[in-house]
């Protein structure tokens, strides 16, 4: 399967895919609009016309990257497709020069395996936490960070 940067037609399917999963609490929920407002931070699998993956790349300054909103349909999962999107996630952030990328998962062993490392929350800097006040969960937040390093380590920036 093909990993393609998102197009304007998958946003329906990703929200709806994302959202099947943040129904079961996998996942934090993600509007319609916020994905048509950052489709450019999207990447997809299709099986034909349908979308059964989707991933994004969100920049949160000049050295910070997230990875965010990580879904593969059920049928899917154990293919190696998760990891194929985070690794052309880590090859966009390394293209655009973000050392630095960080995840908020409750999957944390997933990231692990793609070479992630647990982090504490305080290291993460304030602007990580820019939309949490739209979550659910706000201010009682469980999901677990972890980061990876793609150059050199160097003190994440405020």
């Keep these: 399967m093909k990993v393609e940067k998102a197009k304007i037609t998958d946003a329906d399917q990703m929200h709806k895919l994302i959202n099947r999963f943040a129904s079961q609490g ?3 929920p993600r509007a319609l609009s916020e994905i048509y407002e950052f ?3 999207y990447f997809v699998v299709r099986d034909g016309d349908k979308v059964v993956a989707c991933v994004a790349l969100h920049i949160s300054w000049a050295d910070l990257a997230e990875v965010k909103s990580l879904a593969v349909t059920k049928s899917n999962q154990g ?3 998760g990891r194929l999107l985070v690794e052309k996630c880590l090859e966009e952030a390394d293209e655009l020069g973000i050392p630095t990328i960080f995840c ?3 999957k ?3 990231f692990e395996k793609c070479g992630f490392t647990l982090v504490d929350k305080s290291r993460l800097p304030r602007k990580v936490w ?3 006040y739209r979550c659910p969960k706000f201010p009682d937040c469980d999901e677990v960070p972890l980061i990876l390093h793609l150059g050199p380590p160097r ?3 405020d």
């Design 26 to 28: 996998e996942m934090l």
């Design 39 to 41: 489709i450019r931070d």
């Design 79 to 81: 293919q190696g497709i």
């Design 104 to 106: 908020l998962t409750y």
């Design 130 to 132: 820019g939309e949490c």
């Design 108 to 110: 944390p062993s997933f």
């Design 155 to 157: 003190p994440l920036s």
